[in-house]
């Protein structure tokens, strides 16, 4: 399923994920909510300025061998593992974010029942919902305990 989203978005030649290249994915998005989880932009900056400093190379093009169109990575190497990557290529989108938006760039889904993180998008009112589903979820819940409670 991951390696069927990869290839959708973009991701070119074999991709080949073993369960500990799974597990490290994981790991990476463990640390990834905690901006997502930061409540003001200076907090979102500071926690994603320790990601960069803590676990990426530095910044290089790369066109995969000729495959793509030459892009930014943050990761050590084009064959870099999986987990690497993956926090690598988050970790600059959100900075992207935050530079271009100057405020967190998402926020954790408001549903107790989910754990869900989402992006912030466009100007409007802020979200609470990963969702339209989880936020229909919660206002159907309010709704039957507020006549439960009747």
């Given at each position: 399923?991951?390696?069927?989203?990869?290839?959708?978005?973009?991701?070119?030649?074999s991709v080949?994920?073993?369960?500990?290249?799974?597990?490290?994915?994981?790991?990476?998005?463990?640390?990834?909510?905690?901006?997502?989880?930061?409540?003001?932009?200076?907090a979102?900056?500071?926690?994603?300025?320790?990601?960069?400093?803590?676990?990426?190379?530095?910044?290089?093009?790369t066109?995969?061998?000729?495959?793509?169109?030459?892009?930014?990575?943050?990761?050590?190497?084009?064959?870099?593992?999986?987990?690497?990557?993956?926090?690598?290529?988050?970790?600059?989108?959100l900075?992207?974010?935050?530079?271009?938006?100057?405020?967190?760039?998402?926020?954790?889904?408001?549903?107790?029942?989910?754990?869900?993180?989402?992006?912030?998008?466009?100007?409007?009112?802020?979200?609470?919902?990963?969702?339209r589903?989880?936020?229909?979820?919660?206002?159907?819940?309010?709704?039957?305990?507020?006549?439960?409670?009747?």
């Amino acid at each position: 399923m991951i390696a069927e989203l990869l290839r959708e978005h973009g991701e070119v030649g074999s991709v080949d994920l073993s369960p500990s290249n799974v597990a490290e994915m994981r790991a990476a998005a463990v640390l990834l909510r905690e901006v997502f989880a930061a409540a003001h932009v200076d907090a979102a900056a500071s926690l994603l300025n320790r990601l960069l400093r803590q676990s990426l190379g530095t910044v290089r093009l790369t066109s995969h061998g000729g495959l793509t169109p030459w892009h930014p990575h943050l990761d050590s190497d084009d064959d870099a593992p999986w987990g690497e990557w993956f926090l690598a290529s988050s970790c600059m989108a959100l900075m992207v974010l935050i530079w271009d938006h100057q405020r967190p760039p998402g926020g954790l889904c408001a549903s107790p029942s989910c754990r869900n993180v989402y992006l912030t998008q466009g100007s409007g009112l802020p979200r609470r919902y990963c969702s339209r589903r989880c936020a229909t979820r919660e206002r159907v819940a309010s709704h039957r305990r507020s006549r439960a409670a009747r």
